[in-house]
């Protein structure tokens, strides 16, 4: 059950709100940089982790002009103009933002908890007209937040009802699939119960108007089918273990025939061991004090949601407890095969915070035997190598670069050696708009002072 969507405003006119914060190690008080602004913004004397490679450009100066990268290198080779914003870096981290590419955004506010978070990225799995509005906002830099891409409405094989889109027939996904691009949405997001030959005519449909297919893996088309086919992208992981290959001894293969496929993986293993979770401490896990930052509405619609209203709490218990640690080892395999893994959190699903699950999710990703750079490659160049292919080409984001969008997280440390550092940011820049840490969390106690009160 999908929880309401309530949307509010939270416009660039926050930016005007901000009184001067002072970010520890900058040379000065700073502030929010306006949106659209044309001045530039100079990080001094940074250690940058590109993520082009595992490396460290130490002592550098990066320059950010209209929303991109325009200068970068060793500090004592590059001019800062005369008009930047100076922010010292010396003995801090610059590295890209993160994005998560399984988000189901309920409410507007939830954009703050995802750039307190170090998410400059989110891709929605199953968009409606609101999230291409916002979209559209967001990249126009006229409302605050990461930069939003949207998949269609869930595409599945049942009956017409709510906001999902039914495809029975091979014309009926036809249709859809044209109707879907025409609308605006950047993937179509298939679902359980579409049949093979459904599924056929509209992945060739997809194919010949250019827009990428996401998603599960259809129950009665299989995985090597969904393979087969050149998916651009399965989310879950869990995917895999639904479809029946639960053979651990098949792993290698089943990770060879995705990166023979080029099809992209978001293994969301927060997502299972949240599940788990909550069947053992249900009122713990929406106790986190993440919960404030969340509307009402949202938290009562976890309650009817969450894995403990299941009709057999003791089966899908079982089978997420054997669900785990497959998709543990398929991921580690995925990784040194070569699969294009992305970072996805399933967030907010029940249980699943915005911004928290996504750094959660960095460390799951660790604990299945990825290294740091592994890890935060599938929140970084690897979201933006996807974007490129498979939606926007002109899109750059995901790297510390020339011509980059200006996504990036300044950190206390280095998340090369400690992965956890990504959550620990003092300031956080998201389409060349510099937010510092303190005033992120002063509009966000404002947003749980609101929410208090309903």
């Known amino acids: 059950m999908k929880t309401s969507r309530t949307w509010t405003l939270l ?71 005369a008009d930047a914003e100076r922010i010292d870096g010396k003995g801090r981290y610059l ?118 297919v996401v998603g599960h893996v259809p129950r009665t088309v299989g995985v090597e089918a969904v393979l087969r086919s050149r998916q651009a992208l ?30 992209s993986v978001v293994p969301d293993l927060v997502h299972i061991d949240t599940a788990l979770r909550m069947l053992t401490d249900l009122e713990g896990v929406f106790a986190d004090p993440e919960a404030r930052y969340l509307s009402p509405e949202v938290i009562r619609n976890w309650r009817f949601s969450n894995p403990t209203r299941r009709v057999d709490v003791a089966a899908y218990a079982e089978r997420e407890r054997a669900a785990y640690p497959f998709v543990q080892h398929l991921t580690l395999a995925l990784q040194k095969e070569g699969v294009r893994l992305l970072l996805g959190s399933n967030a907010s699903d029940a249980g699943l915070f915005p911004g928290k699950s996504t750094q959660l999710e960095l460390a799951e990703l660790v604990k299945a035997g990825l290294s740091p750079y592994e890890a935060l490659s599938a929140g970084t160049r690897n979201a933006g190598s996807f974007i490129t292919e498979h939606v926007d080409s002109a899109a750059r984001f995901g790297t510390v670069a020339v011509g980059q969008r200006a996504d990036l997280l300044l950190l206390p440390g280095n998340p090369l050696e400690d992965v956890s550092q990504a959550n620990r940011a003092l300031g956080v820049m998201v389409r060349g708009q510099w937010l510092p840490r303190e005033w992120l969390q002063k509009k966000r106690e404002k947003t749980a002072e609101a929410f208090s009160k309903r």
Request: hydrophobic fraction near 40%.
């Open 95 to 212: 590295m890209p933002g993160l994005a998560d590419f399984h988000v189901h955004l309920h409410s507007e506010e939830q954009l703050l908890s995802y750039l307190a978070h170090g998410v400059t990225s989110l891709f929605e799995l199953d968009g409606s007209r609101e999230h291409l509005e916002l979209g559209v906002q967001l990249k126009g830099n006229s409302a605050l937040g990461p930069t939003l891409y949207t998949s269609s409405p869930l595409l599945d094989g049942g009956p017409p009802g709510g906001k999902v889109v039914s495809v029975r027939t091979p014309e009926q996904a036809r249709v859809a699939v044209v109707k879907q691009k025409n609308a605006g949405y950047e993937a179509l997001k298939v679902y359980d119960n579409i049949t093979p030959e459904v599924y056929a005519t509209l992945v060739a449909m997809a194919r010949q108007q250019r827009i990428p």
């Open 11 to 81: 416009g660039a006119s926050l930016l005007s709100l901000a009184g001067a914060l002072l970010l520890p190690g900058c040379v000065r008080e700073v502030q929010p940089t306006p949106a659209n602004s044309e001045n530039a913004t100079a990080f001094i004397g940074v250690n940058v982790v590109p993520m082009d490679a595992e490396r460290v450009l130490e002592d550098h100066t990066v320059i950010v002009r209209n929303g991109l990268i325009t200068s970068l290198g060793p500090s004592a080779t590059i001019t800062v103009p």
């Open 234 to 263: 399965i989310s879950h992981g869990e995917e895999y273990f639904h479809s029946g290959a639960r053979d651990e001894a098949g792993i290698a293969g089943l990770a060879r025939a995705t990166k023979e496929a080029g099809t």
